[in-house]
């Protein structure tokens, strides 16, 4: 599917009565008023407002640029008909155009005209009701992702990119429970613009973009509850080498060989405490299978032999919950700041509600345990068989293996970044429900120690509860529960 440039009109509003004459030393009006992003919500700087004779004693048009808080205005405007409206790397963004707004302007009598940008579900709606060709009475359900691809190195539009974007969709049925991933694919068109119609609401999606041998990471997209999203997407090539990660936790643990993306991309940042600001030394910054890093003593961190494009940035440090942040690798990226909440931070809203119950997480592991979907094992099922380290209760299960300081499990796919030849994949890793993302082995031992584990459950990518689906990551999941 390709979409052209769409043009509509400009929601251009409360064009204000005449006022009465004034005094005034200007033979002319004064033309003015506010360029509002409907989107975001806020007033729209930057914007170029054009006014232009269209037939009067004026001879050209002129040009004013709206200040930070959207105004803008144009004084001595003399008798005539005009053609009023803006220009604004937004609407490149979206892919519109917007119409001239026809204005009268009479003698000295001072008009005051709004423009705006229309709003998120205005324009999906008139998008997606274009890409159908159906007409504009027609009701369109779901959500509209729009964006522009752009080539990382140069910047200029991608035409003919192809832009997918899947998510999961769990269905509960007498039968059992259905797992579906819907798919959505178009092309982009000459001026790199997408737009993907009926997505969902309100959820979580996953987009990706390609054209030839040069891709961006599958990266995760909160669709907005209005149900209108703009993401633009950066493509770039990756090398894939195989090579020795380093540990998240220490740089003694040997790890096992891994396929590793680079290039010659360069990110810079910072990585702090959310509450204090506290700058975090050691920190490990990484991005998603490909080259890691470690925040100096001042939490700076440079992170270079990066793919570049759109990708993924995993930072994990000691005692803080993990933190997954899109980045876009290009030239002259800005520094990426990073501030990670502490494990106390996210669990202090858990409150024990039931007397008469040791399952303080609810976590319904009892349930889970009698279905037989997955294997479990108890905190006494830990003493019994006398580990040492928590993640050695992995090694008497067969779907898991270690490979390193890695735990693997089999792929339900034919391959998945980060995993190895094999077809093996990471886990994801919940921790009292709470997503850890792929925490490897040393990580699982250092917060959860033998003494503290209630429960554990283990689960491949067929039997994975709801709750514990890591979406479209083709993989099992670990699941964690403490006393």
């Known amino acids: 599917m390709r979409f052209g440039r769409i043009v509509l009109a400009l929601l251009l509003t409360q064009v204000a009565g005449a006022q009465a004459p004034a005094v005034s030393p200007t033979p002319g009006a004064r033309i003015h008023g506010v360029v509002y992003d409907s989107i975001a919500r806020v007033p729209l700087a930057g914007a170029w407002v054009q006014l232009a004779a269209v037939e009067g004693r004026a001879a050209s048009a002129r040009t004013v640029l709206s200040d930070s808080f959207g105004r803008y205005a144009f004084d001595d405007v003399v008798e005539g008909r005009y053609a009023l409206g803006f220009h604004h790397a937004l609407l490149d963004s979206l892919g519109i155009e917007p119409r001239l707004h026809s204005l009268t302007v009479v003698a000295r009598r001072a008009a005051r005209v709004d423009l705006a940008v229309p709003s998120g579900p205005t324009l999906g709606a008139i998008i997606c009701r274009a890409a159908a060709g159906v007409d504009a ?24 990119a192809t832009v997918s974007g899947e ?36 959820g979580t999606m996953f987009l990706q973009a390609a054209r030839g041998a040069d891709s961006t990471d599958m990266i995760e997209a909160v669709v907005p509850k209005d149900g209108f999203l703009r993401r633009d997407l950066f493509l770039g090539a990756a090398r894939v080498v195989s090579a020795v990660p380093s540990s998240p936790v220490a740089d003694s643990i040997v790890m096992a060989p891994r396929l590793m993306r680079v290039g010659d991309g360069r990110l810079r940042g910072a990585v702090v405490s959310a509450a204090a600001g506290r700058p975090l030394a050691g920190a490990m910054v990484r991005l998603a299978d490909g080259p890691a890093t470690r925040a100096d003593e001042r939490g700076e961190w440079t992170l270079g032999g990066l793919p570049a494009g759109t990708r993924t940035l995993e930072v994990r440090a000691v005692g803080y919950y993990p933190l997954r942040r899109v980045v876009d690798v290009i030239d002259g990226a800005s520094a990426v700041r990073l501030a990670l909440n502490t494990f106390q931070a996210v669990l202090d809203t858990v409150k024990i509600v039931a007397r008469y119950t040791d399952d303080r997480w609810d976590s319904g592991f009892e349930r889970r345990q009698r279905s037989a979907m997955g294997r479990t094992f108890t905190g006494d099922d830990l003493r019994k068989r006398g580990v040492i380290e928590t993640s050695d209760i992995f090694r008497n299960v067969p779907i898991v293996r270690r490979a390193g300081d890695l735990l693997l499990m089999r792929s339900a796919f034919k391959f998945v970044p980060g995993g190895d030849a094999d077809h093996s994949c990471i886990p994801s890793v919940f921790l009292n429900g709470m997503n850890l993302f792929q925490a490897s082995a040393s990580e699982i031992d250092m917060l959860v120690p033998p003494a503290k584990v209630r429960a554990i459950e283990i689960y491949d990518e067929s039997f994975v509860p709801p709750q514990f689906q890591q979406a479209m990551s083709g993989c099992g999941s670990i699941v964690i529960w403490t006393k």
């Open 137 to 160: 009475t027609v009701m369109l359900g779901g959500a509209t992702v729009v964006g522009v691809v752009r080539d990382a190195r140069s910047g200029a539009p991608a035409a003919d």
């Open 167 to 202: 998510w999961m969709e769990i269905s509960f049925r007498a039968e059992g429970t259905e797992r579906r991933r819907p798919r959505l694919v178009v092309s982009t068109g000459a001026n790199g613009w997408f737009a993907l119609c009926n997505a969902p609401i309100g």
